[in-house]
């Protein structure tokens, strides 16, 4: 008989296990479902695009015809609002009834709005999906003024929107430095300077303690904890995701800010499968679970999920992701899991040159590196080996890293 599987979510994960669905199992029915309006495009070019750099052609990846060329039934503005595991089938948002033999999740997550007051005011953006990318560009073209919230690897990005548009802004951060679960102050010191030179101001030990509006509910000013004001009529926020796991109550699938798979990307309901960064993963390197939002890890985990349906068990998920980011002169590059660990190393080579590694028990976990990239691959190589190496920090340091000055490997 022919199997049916359905797909719910066309990002990079949900679109990888579909092509890779039709190109191992010709025949099979393949349904992809979404709830937005157009079909898969490119998340990493989207802050391109919100910056000006990009008309919006290059960022669609998948057209429509696409999937009608791989006879795929793609769903756009399709909301799923149930899944019954036991009788194998989904509801959508129009009462539609779908069955399926196996079903992949890859639902992603919505923006998590900061819980102050005005925080919806007109003027307040998430950045997320192409839309969000659309209504940023509009807006910031016109703003003098902004001010952005949240001190991560998406909230750079809206700053390096505002230096692109012209946006005088403040940077608006928790702790002392940008990513401090990651960077050092002086790792972090490349990147504010950077964001200086392009109008963007850090301001360190801040946040928001409310937004002021004007008349016509339009943003015009952050208030932070500390009552410093700053006028702002344009304002970015990204402090994270709230992942999109409701269509799962009442399943029975282990989840907890995420939904729980294992190395083959199976959750606990038999048949169902998740991919992407809505899951809680079992990293095989790691030894534990693990999350992991960007874009290389989506499509991979998708393809895994993938194989797994068609062939159970026959491939697991192990992988070293890497997120890099080229808003700068320099470029910038983060691996596996660097805000974790029970050690770490770190120098600076120059002005734009510098490179962080954590361990834990021993083995690399995660890194940063900045100016110069050329390590990572002998990085990655080592946290794939699972190589006890943390007693080896000035080998691993030096400026042009040989594998071979590493003493051997010694019995665990």
């Known amino acids: 008989m022919t199997q049916s599987y359905v797909i719910i979510g066309d990002g990079i994960a949900g679109s990888s296990a579909a092509e890779t669905l039709r190109e191992e199992a010709p025949d099979a029915d393949i349904t992809v479902i979404t709830d937005e309006g157009e079909a898969l495009y ?6 391109e695009f919100a910056k000006g750099k990009l008309p919006e052609m290059p960022i669609s990846i998948h057209e429509p015809e696409w999937y009608e060329e791989r006879d795929i039934d ?8 149930n899944i019954d595991p036991e009788g194998h089938r989904l509801k959508t948002h129009e009462d539609e009834i779908i069955e399926y033999d196996k079903l992949l999740v890859s639902t992603g997550g919505t923006p998590t709005q900061l819980p102050v007051e005005n925080s919806d005011a007109e003027g307040v953006h998430h950045f997320w999906t192409f839309q969000d990318a659309r209504s940023i560009r509009s807006h ?6 902004g001010i952005i919230v949240g001190a991560g690897l998406l909230g750079i990005d809206l700053a390096a929107i505002c230096g692109a548009q012209d946006v005088e802004a403040h940077y608006l951060m928790r702790g002392d430095c940008w990513w401090r679960y990651a960077l050092s102050t ?6 504010h300077d950077a964001m200086r030179e392009r109008g ?17 509910g339009h943003v015009t000013a952050a208030i932070d904890p500390n009552g410093e004001r700053y006028e ?6 990204a402090i994270g995701l709230n992942f999109n796991t409701e269509i799962l109550q009442g399943t029975g699938i282990e989840r907890d800010g995420g939904i729980f798979v294992d190395e083959y990307m199976r959750t606990s ?9 809505i899951t809680r993963y079992h990293d095989t390197i790691l030894g534990e679970r693990a999350q992991n939002g960007s874009w290389d890890s989506a499509k991979s985990q998708g393809t895994v999920a993938a194989k797994n349906m068609l062939d159970p068990e026959s491939e697991e998920f192990r992988f070293v992701s890497s997120y890099s980011i080229t808003h700068f002169d320099f470029p910038f590059l983060s691996f596996g899991h660097p805000t974790i660990g029970d050690d770490e190393c770190e120098r600076k080579y120059s002005d734009t040159e510098w490179r962080r590694l954590a361990f834990k028990d021993g083995k690399i976990v995660g890194g940063v590196l900045i100016g110069d990239l050329s390590p990572q691959s002998a990085y990655k190589q080592l946290m794939r080996e699972e190589r006890v190496v943390a007693d080896q920090k000035e080998v691993l340091l030096q400026q042009d890293v040989d594998l071979d000055d590493l003493a051997p490997s010694q019995e665990q």
């Open 140 to 145: 910031a073209e016109e703003a003098e003024t």
């Open 74 to 81: 793609l769903r756009l503005n399709t909301l799923v609002t």
């Open 232 to 237: 702002g009529d344009f304002v970015g926020i």
């Open 42 to 47: 490119n998340r990493i070019l989207i802050k």
């Open 269 to 277: 309901a038999d048949d169902i499968f998740a991919a992407g960064d």
């Open 186 to 191: 002086e790792g972090a010191e490349i990147l």
């Open 200 to 216: 963007v101001e850090p301001v360190f030990q801040s946040g928001v303690d409310h937004f002021e509006t004007d008349d016509d």
